[in-house]
Nanobody
Framework: QEHLVESGGGLVQPGGSLRLSCVAS????????VTWVRQAPGKYREFVGA???????RYAGSVQGRFTISRDNAINTVWLQMNRLKPEDTALYFC?????RGQGTQVTVSS
């Protein structure tokens, strides 16, 4: 069965950093286009960034220059490195491959 599991969220002060992980099982992760999305309470789900099979990445304008996505296909893992975090980055973060999405990991940015 295909699964994605996110981890690494937590509470961090503004300006801080977190690294989220997304680990896949049950399918060939290395061939996958992986997307990170987030959803804050009362808001629509928002695209954060994505990484292609080639390793090329793209980001939402709101996180460009602060967030970095990387992957290691050998261990079926994609990371989202988040730097210079802002309170508006507070959300539940998910990784997604097609219709497969994990349970998410909560990121809270607050002083």
């Amino acid at each position: 069965q295909e699964h994605l599991v996110e981890s690494g969220g937590g509470l961090v002060q503004p300006g801080g950093s977190l690294r989220l992980s997304c680990v896949a099982s049950g399918f060939t992760f290395g061939r996958s286009f992986v997307t990170w999305v987030r959803q804050a309470p009362g808001k629509y789900r928002e695209f954060v960034g994505a990484i292609e099979r080639s390793g090329d990445t793209r980001y939402a304008g709101s996180v460009q220059g602060r967030f970095t996505i990387s992957r290691d296909n050998a261990i079926n893992t994609v990371w989202l490195q988040m730097n210079r975090l802002k309170p508006e980055d507070t959300a539940l973060y998910f990784c997604q491959v097609g219709d497969i999405r994990g349970q998410g990991t909560q990121v809270t940015v607050s002083s």
